[in-house]
């Protein structure tokens, strides 16, 4: 983390004692009490910042060493580096009692803001913020042209508002916010004078330039953070500091003072309803200085974000500045991340402008949607990307943009965010949104890997993080680079996410490489938790068509997920589970999707890989397909899902003279034994092929080739399964009775009351089938 010299020198510090530390000082305040302060007494502070500055404990220093360095600071003539190391000594020795700094005789605005600096550290114990803030504003009255500059107060002026912000009366108020307006608004276009030359340079070669955009151009709008030139005059430089305390500013002087941001609905809606005609009146009538101030920043947070659109030209990409470019043209990471932060900074001020004036937030919303569209996708711009979410949930936009691109944010930082989500998720899941969000859940490893991939294909290596050098993926990245895949890759950062799912195959097959990536990981862990979330919110407002619709996009993305390793199989039991629950709530659905899930059960390929998904649809065919459910149910349906299953049931077990068991576990087995018995009992044709059938199972799980390959207890279940099914298919009405019971006898009271029907006939059923057990040839 530091050097070798860094590291030897804080080590040295530490390790001084009191004794030597007092005598230090004593040298200290001899030099400080000499008229000439030149580079021993520097360097002599320099020392003591860093003794006092590199250990956690509190270090004492001699009251006679506080008091002079006090006196250094405000010494008029003192030269700023020393004031500078007096000020980063106290404030480190702070909260001290032997403090005694005067605000009021201090005159010089970089001294009041040092001084100022030293108060605050103190911790309010005498009203020293009251103190500094009053100070402040009296110079800011004072209007003073030659008089001292503003620009080092505003910051302690953003300070004091935070720390205390009930100092400033109303008439204070009123005086900033009219201050924040000029210095935001009106800045000047020309850029400062340069320093003096020598004796020979001619006026013309110091006359300044006008300001330019990030692009070259001239600007011929009012200056902002992000303009561009070689020197800032102290207007400028007011703008500048003007916008950085603008948010602490505005929640200050809200409508209803500090905190007092949220509206109710009522309010919001009126002010939507209105805000075009409140957007076209405020620039005809004077507004008072609030008003006016919330306009003015509504203004500056839009200029912003047309800048930030801007693309640097090479003249100017190489020309010296003092700000950055816009964020499509930075070519330096220092300039990135200097507009990244001042587009954060101009959503934040948006969201506070919108929440105390309701009538802000139709005008806001065409720009951040602009901005969201140009982002999206940008691994690089998640910053932006969180205050835009957080923007739009707030003010009730809960719509698929919003949903994509909070996944998306998910999807990059799925570690330290997956409890947050987990409690948003709720609130996004809604029937308008909820199957384009099942796929993007489940594509979130997917589209983890491709920004994954959009980084490192980024040409500026400032940029990236440092990989794990032991993964190479040149074919992932010369595909994503490859004309012909951009189209796929688009696909995945879609804003909308749902689409045909005959794509996912290839951009699966692509980003492969990837799926070992830790974070593509971290990302495939979260997913079921939130799978889990997602349908127990989405089952309270799903209505019918909803539910049919989720379960066939179940079963289609089923096998369409990406190849991470174990995230297939944990995402198969939570839709196994969910498909069970979908049919729970509306039983219908298996006799309204017959024909697609007879295409599902005749397409099954890797049965061992779906083997739960199987399990689940199976088991709701024999649960659910019956008049008892749906009175739509015919016996033509009856017996196709009997054939289909028959087959299946063939395929997995490979019935043929020297066939042993299947390879698939014995659990998908059982259930598709047990429901073409289920399917038998409702159609009684089909009970002399379900015997047959089961006496062929019952005989290949007692084949002693059968244990080589599976479990003593798997076979075993097949066996006892097969030998129950058959002793009730002997009794075909008590079959039917078991496997159908009516409406009235799964109330709960044929459960409950032992003199009831159901367990008089379950007792008899047992004794029966246990009658029938003793009998068979073992």
Same mark, same amino acid.
């Given at each position: 983390?530091?050097?070798?010299?860094?590291?030897?020198?804080?080590?040295?510090?530490?390790?001084?004692?009191?004794?030597?530390?007092?005598?230090?000082?004593?040298?200290?305040?001899?030099?400080?009490?000499?008229?000439?302060?030149?580079?021993?007494?520097?360097?002599?502070?320099?020392?003591?910042?860093?003794?006092?500055?590199?250990?956690?404990?509190?270090?004492?220093?001699?009251?006679?060493?506080?008091?002079?360095?006090?006196?250094?600071?405000?010494?008029?003539?003192?030269?700023?580096?020393?004031?500078?190391?007096?000020?980063?000594?106290? =404030?480190?020795?702070?909260?001290?009692? &032997?403090?005694?700094?005067?605000?009021?005789?201090?005159?010089?605005?970089?001294?009041?803001?040092?001084?100022? %600096?030293?108060?605050?550290?103190?911790?309010?114990?005498?009203?020293?913020?009251?103190?500094? #803030?009053?100070?402040? *504003?009296?110079?800011?009255?004072? =209007?003073?042209?030659? #008089?001292?500059?503003?620009?080092?107060?505003?910051?302690?002026?953003?300070?004091?508002?935070?720390?205390?912000?009930?100092?400033?009366?109303?008439?204070?108020?009123?005086?900033?916010?009219?201050?924040?307006?000029?210095? !935001?608004?009106?800045?000047?276009?020309?850029?400062?004078?340069?320093?003096?030359?020598?004796?020979?340079?001619?006026?013309?070669?110091?006359?300044?330039?006008?300001?330019?955009?990030?692009?070259?151009?001239?600007?011929?709008?009012?200056?902002?953070?992000?303009?561009?030139?070689?020197?800032?005059?102290?207007?400028?430089?007011?703008?500048?500091?003007?916008?950085?305390?603008?948010?602490?500013?505005?929640?200050?002087?809200?409508?209803?003072?500090?905190?007092?941001?949220?509206?109710?609905?009522? &309010?919001?809606?009126?002010?939507?309803?209105?805000?075009?005609?409140?957007?076209?009146?405020?620039?005809?009538?004077?507004?008072?200085?609030?008003?006016?101030?919330?306009?003015?920043? /509504?203004?500056?947070?839009?200029?912003?974000?047309?800048?930030?659109?801007?693309?640097?030209?090479?003249?100017?990409?190489?020309?010296?500045?003092?700000?950055?470019?816009?964020?499509?043209?930075?070519?330096?990471?220092?300039? &990135?991340? @200097?507009?990244?932060?001042?587009?954060?900074?101009?959503?934040?001020?948006?969201?506070?402008?919108?929440?105390?004036?309701?009538?802000?937030?139709?005008?806001?919303?065409?720009?951040?949607?602009?901005?969201?569209?140009?982002?999206? $996708?940008?691994?690089?711009?998640? =910053?932006?990307?969180?205050?835009?979410?957080?923007?739009?949930?707030?003010?009730?936009?809960?719509?698929?943009?919003?949903?994509?691109?909070?996944?998306?944010?998910?999807?990059?930082?799925?570690?330290?965010?997956?409890?947050?989500?987990?409690?948003?998720?709720?609130?996004?899941?809604?029937?308008?949104?909820? !199957?384009?969000? @099942?796929?993007?859940?489940?594509?979130?490893?997917?589209?983890?890997?491709?920004?994954? *991939?959009?980084?490192?294909?980024?040409?500026?290596?400032?940029?990236?993080?440092?990989?794990?050098?032991? @993964?190479?993926?040149?074919?992932?990245?010369?595909?994503?680079?490859?004309?012909?895949?951009? #189209?796929?890759?688009?696909?995945?950062?879609?804003?909308?996410?749902?689409?045909?799912?005959?794509?996912?195959?290839?951009?699966?097959?692509?980003?492969?490489?990837?799926?070992?990536?830790?974070?593509?990981?971290?990302?495939?862990?979260?997913?079921?938790?939130?799978?889990?979330?997602?349908? %127990?919110?989405?089952?309270?407002?799903?209505?019918?068509?909803?539910?049919?619709?989720?379960?066939?996009?179940?079963?289609?993305?089923?096998?369409?997920?990406?190849?991470?390793?174990?995230?297939?199989?944990?995402?198969?039991?939570?839709?196994?589970?969910?498909?069970?629950?979908?049919?729970?709530?509306?039983?219908?659905?298996?006799?309204?999707?017959?024909?697609?899930?007879?295409? /599902?059960?005749?397409?099954?390929? $890797?049965?061992?890989?779906?083997?739960?998904?199987?399990?689940?649809?199976?088991?709701?065919?024999?649960?659910? @397909?019956?008049?008892?459910?749906?009175?739509?149910?015919?016996?033509?349906?009856?017996?196709?899902?009997?054939?289909?299953?028959?087959? !299946?049931? /063939?395929?997995?077990?490979?019935?043929?003279?020297?066939?042993?068991?299947?390879?698939?576990?014995?659990?998908?087995?059982?259930?598709?034994?047990?429901?073409?018995?289920?399917?038998?009992?409702? &159609?009684?044709?089909?009970?002399?092929?379900?015997?047959?059938?089961?006496?062929?199972?019952?005989?290949?799980?007692?084949?002693?080739?059968?244990?080589?390959?599976?479990?003593?207890?798997?076979?075993?279940?097949?066996?006892?399964?097969?030998?129950?099914?058959?002793?009730?298919?002997?009794?075909?009405?008590?079959?039917? /009775?078991?496997?159908?019971?009516?409406?009235?006898?799964?109330?709960? =009271?044929?459960?409950?009351?032992?003199?009831?029907?159901?367990?008089?006939?379950?007792?008899?059923?047992?004794?029966?089938?246990?009658?029938?057990? $003793?009998?068979?040839?073992?």
């Amino acid at each position: 983390m530091f050097s070798a010299g860094a590291e030897s020198l804080l080590h040295q510090a530490r390790e001084i004692q009191e004794e030597e530390l007092k005598k230090f000082c004593s040298r200290i305040s001899k030099l400080l009490q000499t008229e000439d302060l030149g580079p021993d007494t520097v360097d002599s502070l320099q020392r003591l910042f860093l003794i006092i500055s590199a250990t956690k404990y509190h270090r004492r220093l001699e009251k006679t060493c506080i008091d002079l360095l006090q006196a250094t600071l405000s010494l008029p003539a003192c030269p700023e580096q020393l004031q500078v190391l007096c000020t980063a000594i106290l =404030r480190e020795m702070s909260p001290c009692d &032997s403090l005694s700094l005067a605000w009021d005789h201090t005159q010089n605005s970089r001294q009041l803001s040092l001084v100022a %600096s030293v108060l605050l550290a103190q911790g309010d114990r005498n009203e020293e913020v009251r103190a500094v #803030g009053q100070g402040v *504003l009296r110079a800011l009255e004072s =209007r003073q042209p030659e #008089g001292p500059s503003f620009r080092h107060l505003l910051p302690v002026m953003a300070k004091v508002v935070v720390l205390s912000p009930g100092t400033l009366q109303e008439d204070q108020t009123t005086l900033l916010s009219k201050r924040l307006v000029d210095w !935001l608004r009106y800045a000047s276009l020309q850029q400062g004078f340069p320093h003096s030359g020598s004796f020979f340079s001619t006026p013309r070669a110091r006359q300044p330039g006008p300001i330019t955009e990030v692009d070259g151009a001239v600007a011929t709008d009012f200056f902002t953070v992000l303009s561009t030139g070689h020197r800032f005059t102290e207007d400028q430089w007011l703008n500048v500091q003007g916008f950085s305390m603008l948010r602490a500013w505005l929640l200050h002087s809200g409508p209803e003072g500090p905190g007092a941001l949220d509206t109710d609905d009522g &309010s919001e809606q009126e002010g939507s309803m209105l805000s075009v005609i409140s957007a076209t009146s405020s620039a005809g009538r004077l507004l008072p200085p609030r008003e006016r101030l919330r306009e003015v920043a /509504f203004e500056y947070c839009q200029r912003l974000i047309e800048q930030s659109n801007r693309r640097e030209s090479p003249t100017q990409a190489q020309a010296p500045r003092l700000h950055p470019p816009a964020m499509q043209g930075a070519l330096r990471k220092g300039d &990135s991340d @200097l507009q990244k932060a001042c587009l954060v900074e101009a959503v934040l001020v948006l969201d506070v402008l919108c929440r105390q004036d309701p009538s802000f937030l139709y005008r806001s919303l065409s720009c951040l949607k602009a901005l969201h569209g140009r982002l999206q $996708g940008d691994p690089a711009s998640v =910053r932006v990307l969180l205050p835009l979410a957080r923007f739009f949930l707030s003010h009730a936009l809960s719509s698929v943009q919003t949903t994509a691109l909070c996944l998306q944010f998910l999807a990059w930082n799925s570690p330290p965010l997956t409890s947050e989500f987990v409690e948003l998720l709720p609130a996004l899941a809604d029937a308008g949104t909820a !199957l384009e969000m @099942l796929h993007a859940l489940l594509d979130l490893p997917c589209l983890t890997a491709a920004l994954d *991939l959009q980084l490192r294909s980024l040409p500026a290596p400032s940029e990236r993080p440092l990989w794990d050098t032991s @993964l190479r993926v040149p074919s992932c990245l010369e595909a994503f680079r490859d004309p012909k895949f951009q #189209g796929l890759f688009q696909y995945l950062l879609r804003p909308k996410a749902s689409g045909t799912i005959e794509r996912l195959a290839p951009l699966h097959q692509l980003l492969q490489p990837m799926a070992s990536c830790a974070r593509v990981a971290q990302c495939a862990e979260a997913v079921p938790t939130l799978l889990q979330v997602f349908f %127990s919110a989405v089952t309270q407002v799903a209505d019918g068509a909803l539910t049919n619709q989720l379960a066939l996009l179940l079963l289609g993305r089923s096998d369409s997920l990406y190849p991470a390793p174990g995230y297939a199989a944990c995402v198969h039991r939570v839709l196994s589970s969910q498909f069970l629950a979908l049919c729970k709530l509306k039983p219908s659905l298996v006799v309204e999707l017959a024909r697609d899930l007879l295409e /599902f059960l005749g397409s099954v390929n $890797g049965l061992r890989s779906r083997a739960s998904l199987v399990t689940s649809v199976v088991w709701a065919i024999g649960e659910y @397909l019956s008049v008892t459910y749906d009175r739509r149910c015919t016996v033509e349906q009856i017996n196709k899902f009997f054939e289909a299953l028959e087959a !299946l049931l /063939f395929e997995v077990t490979q019935c043929r003279p020297s066939a042993t068991l299947p390879s698939c576990p014995p659990q998908v087995v059982t259930v598709l034994m047990t429901t073409l018995t289920k399917l038998a009992s409702r &159609s009684q044709d089909l009970i002399p092929r379900t015997s047959l059938l089961l006496s062929k199972m019952r005989n290949l799980a007692q084949s002693p080739a059968s244990s080589s390959t599976h479990s003593e207890e798997g076979v075993e279940a097949i066996r006892t399964r097969a030998t129950e099914l058959l002793t009730l298919l002997k009794m075909p009405s008590v079959a039917q /009775f078991v496997f159908t019971p009516s409406v009235e006898m799964c109330s709960p =009271r044929y459960h409950h009351d032992a003199n009831t029907a159901l367990p008089l006939a379950l007792r008899t059923v047992s004794r029966l089938v246990e009658r029938e057990a $003793g009998l068979l040839p073992g």
